[in-house]
């Protein structure tokens, strides 16, 4: 797909305008309203076509859990293996929509490696995750960061105090969520691991209260995120760090979620995550 079309997206999709706008534009660099048309599917998300696991796969058992916060009482999609009584747990932290099919999609997955994954609904205060994906990206955009730091923490707090985690919590988070991740380990100690997907990354001056291992996940294509990627290596060199950062070349930012026909890649991805699993495994323990 011709690149000005994803790019144009990538702004749409981070709010950068309207939709009206949004299809005006890509009407125009399409040639016409038809070739729009046939653009839009491959640039918009289609979660059924991308499902891996199940909602009542035999091998997990998923459900929805509430926990309070500081800032409210928040919902989370909670999945686990059948076969492990006690696992390490990964806080799983959505794009920029919310707590949709697909987020709940990659928390199952994480089941079926072993991990106790909790996906946090960050909408919650806001009355939940509502199904219109634009009204989902604007409401985020109103978030606090205190407020998405104690989110961050209640679900990390009420993971490790389950029966059923090892006491150990990572987190893994997606384009917004990875910015979440990087928030999430300057404020919280405690936090085994972060994995980030595209992220924004935390102010240099922040990095020195990073006591979490990162594994960094960009995008070669992605000029807006990666334009923050130097300074934020450079700090983490010099606070003497431990972190692993890889740079997909030809992929596009949000390149795992395969509910996107346009931006996903397949290599990248399947890349992405064994690396992924294995870090996790790694700092949570699990053999």
């Known amino acids: 797909m011709d690149q000005r079309y994803i790019d144009l997206f990538d702004r749409y999709t981070h709010g950068q305008m309207k939709r009206r706008d949004f299809l ?4 125009t660099l399409a040639g016409g309203t038809a070739a729009a048309t046939a653009l839009l599917p491959l640039l918009e998300n289609n979660y059924v076509r991308a499902e891996m696991v199940a909602e009542n796969d035999t091998r ?3 459900e929805t859990i509430t926990y309070e916060s500081t800032v409210g009482k928040i919902s989370g999609y909670l999945v686990k293996q059948k076969e492990f009584p006690k696992a390490g747990g990964v806080i799983v932290i959505s794009e920029n929509r919310g707590l949709n099919p697909h987020i709940k999609d990659v928390a199952r997955r994480l089941a079926t490696e072993g991990f106790l994954a909790l996906a946090p609904d960050y909408l919650s205060i806001k009355g939940g995750t509502p199904d219109d994906a634009d009204k989902a990206r604007d409401l985020i955009g109103t978030l606090k960061s205190e407020e998405t730091v104690a989110m961050s923490r209640a679900g990390l707090a009420a993971l490790a105090a389950r029966a059923d985690c090892t006491g150990k919590v990572a987190a893994v988070g997606f384009c917004w969520g990875g910015g979440r991740v990087g928030e999430l380990a300057v404020n919280e100690p405690s936090l085994a691991a972060g994995v980030v997907y595209y992220g924004a990354q935390p102010k240099s001056d922040q990095v020195s209260s990073i006591k979490a291992p ?6 070669g294509l992605d000029e807006r995120i990666n334009a923050g990627v130097p300074d934020f290596e450079k700090a983490l060199k010099d606070n003497g ?3 692993e950062l890889f740079m997909y ?3 596009n930012h949000a390149f795992n979620n395969d509910a996107n026909a346009a931006r996903y890649n397949k290599d990248a991805a399947e890349l992405a995550w064994s690396r992924t699993v294995e870090f996790l495994r790694k700092n949570l323990a699990v053999a």
Do not use: Q
């Not at 005006?24 to 009407?27: G, P, S, V």
């Not at 990162?214 to 995008?219: E, I, Q, S, T």
């Open 60 to 62: 997990i058992l998923p």
């Open 214 to 219: 990162l594994l960094l996940h960009y995008a």
């Open 24 to 27: 005006e534009r890509l009407t």
């Open 249 to 251: 070349d030809g992929a």
């Open 241 to 243: 760090k431990m972190y």
